[in-house]
C-alpha cells in the first residue's frame, strides 16, 4: 500500500513540475486579440480569452472571400450561363446567371464570377 502511495505521490510532483514549464496567459494582461473573419474579437479583459491561455489564437488568413477574389471571371459567349460550383457533393444547387447586362456577375452560392464575351 506504501508503495502505490509513493508512485502516487511521484507523478504528482512530476505533473507539478511540468505544469510549471508551461507558458501561460494572465487575464490582467493586456494583450490585443486576433480578428476572425466573421470580425469577431474581444477586449482584453474578456474571460471567453482564457481558452488561449496556454496556445495561441489560431486565425486562418485565407479568407474564402479573398480566394474567390482572386479567381479571374470567365469568359463565356452565351448570354445564360450555369453554375453548381463543383459536382456532386462538392458542389451547390445549380443556379442560372443572365449576362445580358455589361460587367462580370458573380454566383450567389460560391462567388465564381462570369463575363460575356464581346462578339463583335
Known sequence: MNSSIARIQVKQSLLLKNAI?????????????????????????????ARFMNAPKQVNKNWAVKLIAKVPPKQVADRIVWCDGGSGAEGHPRVYINLDKPGDHSCGYCGLRFIKKDSH
Not at 494572465?26 to 480578428?35: H, L, P, R, S
Open 21 to 49: 514549464n508551461v507558458p501561460r496567459r494572465c487575464m490582467a494582461a493586456k494583450t490585443e486579440d486576433i480578428g476572425t473573419h466573421t470580425g469577431q474579437k474581444w477586449q482584453s479583459d474578456d474571460y471567453r480569452l
